[in-house]
């Protein structure tokens, strides 16, 4: 089989590290009429993200809970509650480490400015996209009509809703991800020409070792964790859900993941009714080391610009984050974009913050995706206690 071109096979990541890089050289050479061009490309394009990310929520989201609302009963509760509550600790698991450690790996006060902050990189001008919907707006329609039509008869509804879920994913994959490189390079040519950049940068090298390291803790207590309450060897558990964890780095899917992660949980003794069950569900609900990811690069940015912030701020912040990312689309990146919603209404981040965020989650986007399937197998030992062998659970 002829080997795909180049362009495809350097993949998204690729073309990130890519911007980074052009970003930081240019930015010391361009003049700043070529800047602003950039800078002008990016404030039009963070309108339209602006206008796009509450229908993306609404129609990821609201299609999510009515096939959540087609499952097994109890089984299926229990499942979503699991992995929305693991989920929930690995976002405090980020919020305590960084609160004791970011502050003295971090310079506090240390204000990012953005493009508009200078007259002299302004964008030549500005096209208003005003959404139609806010955020929350958007996340409560979503839990009111996917919560409504799973109940109903007609599938009309459900069907409008559906189309509108692959008009999203057609806009993500066709539009925004495409774009992304390019936006990237405009906020880091920008970051350089202002003399940001070298400060961001080492500020956040310093947090990619922190947050890997709590990826390995991460994943550590849930299968300790899993194997207690099932009875089984934690660490064997933990060394069969290997293969499952290198095949999600390489692929940087778990939908792609999924028949690996789902031998290697067999193997673990896991009744296999309950893993063909749990694994693909938790594939798309579970998201503990993304929510991680994002968590302690939010929590770094904040406070690097000498943003308040408090327990209650991230607490609420978290809690709405694990929904938002849930049936995030199967691209690269995919959970950030929903993210990108909470990370603004929630924690007031602007464009250029959350440009960060995506190029820092981006470059990440492996190593999240392989604690997420890694953990996907404790979680299911914990199904498995109380599930495992039992015939009268009805399994789809």
Known sequence: MPKPPFFKRIGLLGYIVIAIIAGLGLGFILPG?????????????????GFVIPFLILSLVAPAIIEIGRGAGKMLVFTVVLAYVATILSGLLAYGTGSLLFPSVIQ????????????????????????????????????VLGLCVSRLSSTALRDVLFDCRDVIIMVIRGVIVPFLPFYIFGIFLDMT????????????????????????????????????????????????????YFTALGTASSAATIPVTLKQTKLMGIDPAVA??????????????????????????????GMPYDFPLF??????????????????????????GVLSSILGFTDADNALIIALYITMDSFGTACNVSGDGALTLIVDRFFGNRKSVAVN
């Open 33 to 49: 009429w070529t800047v602003r061009i950039f800078v002008t490309i990016n404030t039009l394009f963070s309108e339209f993200l």
């Open 108 to 143: 506090p006060g240390t204000v990012i400015s953005e493009a508009a902050a200078s007259d002299a990189l302004q964008p030549f001008f500005t096209l208003e996209i005003e959404p139609v919907m806010t955020v929350t707006t958007s996340l409560v329609l979503a839990f």
């Open 193 to 244: 020409y202002s003399g940001e950049a070298g400060s961001v940068l080492g500020t956040f090298i310093k947090v990619i070792g922190i947050i890997f390291v709590l990826h390995v803790v991460l994943l550590v207590a849930q299968y300790l964790i899993g194997g207690w309450i099932d009875g089984k060897n934690p660490l064997h558990c933990l060394k069969l859900i290997l293969p499952a």
């Open 276 to 305: 063909d069950f749990t694994v693909p569900l938790c594939a798309t609900i579970h998201l503990s080391g993304s929510t991680l990811k994002i968590v302690s690069c939010a929590l770094a940015l904040m406070i690097l610009k």
């Open 315 to 340: 607490m609420n912040f978290i809690m709405m984050l694990a929904i938002t990312m849930v049936a995030a689309p199967g691209v690269p990146g995919g959970a950030v974009m929903a993210a990108l």
